[in-house]
T-cell receptor, first 112, second 115 residues
Framework: EDQVTQSPEALRLQEGESSSLNCSYT??????LFWYRQDPGKGPEFLFT???AGEEKEKERLKATLTKKESFLHITAPKPEDSATYLC?????????????FGQGTTLQVKP | GAVVSQHPSWVICKSGTSVKIECRSL??????MFWYRQFPKQSLMLMAT?????????EQGVEKDKFLINHASLTLSTLTVTSAHPEDSSFYIC???????????FGPGTRLTVT
């Protein structure tokens, strides 16, 4: 069965304390893996797409990496404004619609 | 770029009435749009995939006669919740797939409360 599992569920960091969020996936053929950020009461904001193992992408303090079984979202020297829920999703090769299978998310809180 | 809007951002309706939510891609064309539902502290649940000019594809367990989807143009999809009941109260979010990619860009969401 296709599955996306994120860990931890919640993460509390001090400002400047770097850490990583994990997204493990089990799908029959990966087309792409996506990271989103969601603030309370808002729609998800697109961060990254990763298509193949070994691929890495960076944006400001965030860096996403991909292996054949999991993806990591590394947060370097986080700031309070990085506090949000981070969602991971995968798109399967089969089918052309590109629908996404989401994980449950990791809620990050960064304290000043 | 890749901005998606939703209207209204929140709506309160009485039980038994119908509510329409609009989803627009503002600066790109979207042959495929998606409708999600999100409960508090939970992840997104895909309700249906909306293709321009054809019938929507509903996920298992989603009543297509209750949640009517119309993808009338390359920039507009609508979700109508018919005969709404309190259990339909939720946060509804749409997304649009950027042509040539599998990236989905999300709207800001619509909070529906049925009294």
């Amino acid at each position: 069965e296709d599955q996306v599992t994120q860990s931890p569920e919640a993460l509390r960091l001090q400002e400047g304390e770097s850490s990583s969020l994990n997204c493990s996936y089990t799908v029959s053929g990966l087309r792409g893996l996506f990271w989103y950020r969601q603030d309370p009461g808002k729609g998800p904001e697109f961060l990254f797409t990763l298509y193949s193992a070994g691929e890495e992408k960076e944006k400001e303090r965030l860096k996403a990496t991909l292996t054949k079984k999991e993806s990591f979202l590394h947060i370097t020297a986080p700031k309070p404004e990085d506090s949000a829920t981070y969602l991971c999703a995968v798109s399967k090769l089969r089918g052309n619609t590109g629908k996404l299978i989401f994980g449950q998310g990791t809620t990050l809180q960064v304290k000043p | 770029g890749a901005v998606v809007s939703q209207h209204p951002s929140w709506v309160i309706c009485k039980s038994g009435t119908s509510v329409k939510i609009e989803c627009r891609s503002l600066d790109f064309q979207a042959t495929t749009m998606f409708w999600y539902r999100q409960f508090p502290k939970q992840s997104l649940m895909l309700m249906a995939t909306s293709n321009e000019g054809s019938k929507a594809t509903y996920e298992q367990g989603v009543e297509k006669d209750k949640f009517l989807i119309n993808h009338a143009s390359l920039t507009l999809s609508t979700l109508t919740v018919t005969s709404a009941h309190p259990e339909d109260s939720s946060f509804y979010i749409c997304s649009a797939r950027l042509a040539g990619t599998y990236e989905q860009y999300f709207g800001p969401g619509t909070r529906l409360t049925v009294t």
